[in-house]
């Protein structure tokens, strides 16, 4: 029986990684940072719990003994972490990982990247592929690119077999990103203000296609390529992801009453330019939450994931919010 070895399995990608590898009849070894990070994992003989750090060579050579396969998925996120310390955890502890899995003979690993590391790159109509070279600007993105080629390196020159997938935005049940969490509050208590979205499309892609794609390319018998962006397609248009969200809002019940309210008023707002953008450039925090963000607005192509006969089963973003809402 093959045994795979993912770090941050208790996250909220890399517990479902753990589901789709135990459906897929592969024993896990459950790398988890904290005690107790263990009660979001089912409890199964053939998915056994260990206590990691990725920047502790000595707690990776034990848990790596007799593993095949590795899915590196533990990394700091939050874009309030200073910079040294993203590069700490999502650049060396990648070198550290892969050294390890190198010593212990691992075959094949997996890297969990982000399409973050693109930068911000001229829209000019087209959806960014693989092909385009990234040009990570801001600290969370430049330390997951910098990952992405300690991995490479490390696994051109001691034989392992490493794969990148760059997921764009993710959403699913408890979702827990920087972004996901402010905007999570923000639809509780203030008006939503869509500000530099209007007119412009983005990708998403669900918790659960993400773990299903980053075990489907390990499985490939052969690999025609070792980076893959995870996105769904089409993208969508900011007006119809806010109408989705109301739309999700109005079938959610009365626990989302307050929600649906802010919602309806974030519409009226919209219809008034010169309203919205005031409460854009003055409006307080407290009262209003700008959804986007530089870099939101670019689209992307899973083309490449997809001629693999990879299918993405959460392509409706109305479905998708309400997964997030059934949370």
Request: glycine fraction near 8%.
């Amino acid at each position: 029986m093959t045994t795979a070895l993912v770090t941050g399995a208790s996250g909220f990608v890399g517990r479902r990684v753990v589901d789709v590898l135990l459906a897929a009849g592969v024993h896990v070894r459950a790398g988890v940072r904290h005690h107790g990070s263990e009660k979001a994992l089912p409890r199964r003989d053939d998915c056994e719990v260990v206590a990691i750090d990725i920047c502790d060579a000595r707690s990776l050579a034990g848990a790596m003994r007799g593993v095949d396969q590795l899915y590196h998925f533990a990394a700091t996120v939050t874009s309030h972490t200073s910079a040294a310390k993203l590069l700490r955890v999502n650049a060396e502890g990648t070198r550290s990982v892969w050294e390890a899995a190198a010593d212990a003979g691992i075959g094949k690993a997996l890297y969990c990247s982000s399409t973050a590391v693109y930068g911000l790159l001229a829209q000019n109509g087209q959806a960014v592929t693989e092909d385009i070279l990234p040009r990570a600007v801001e600290p969370y993105g430049r330390s997951k690119l910098l990952g992405e080629r300690i991995a490479a390196e490390i696994g051109a020159g001691r034989e392992i077999d490493t794969v990148v997938i760059r997921p764009t935005a993710v959403f699913g049940p408890g979702e827990h990103t920087h972004f996901g969490s402010e905007l999570r509050k923000a639809a509780v208590s203030r008006i939503l203000l869509g500000g530099g979205f209007r007119n412009k499309h983005f990708n998403f892609v669900h918790v659960d296609d993400v773990a299903a794609a980053a075990v489907h390319v390990m499985q490939l018998q052969k690999l025609s390529a070792r980076v893959y962006n995870i996105v769904a397609e089409p993208s969508v248009s900011y007006e119809h992801a806010f109408q989705a969200y109301l739309r999700a809002l109005d079938g959610a019940g009365y626990r989302f009453l307050r929600q649906r309210l802010l919602g309806q008023i974030s519409v009226l707002i919209e219809r008034r330019p010169s309203l919205a953008r005031r409460l854009r450039l003055h409006g307080r925090r407290s009262l209003a939450f700008g959804v986007w963000r530089p870099g939101f607005d670019m689209t992307f192509s899973s083309a490449r994931l997809r001629e693999t006969d990879f299918q993405f089963r959460w392509t409706d973003f109305e479905v998708v919010l309400r997964s997030c809402l059934d949370d």
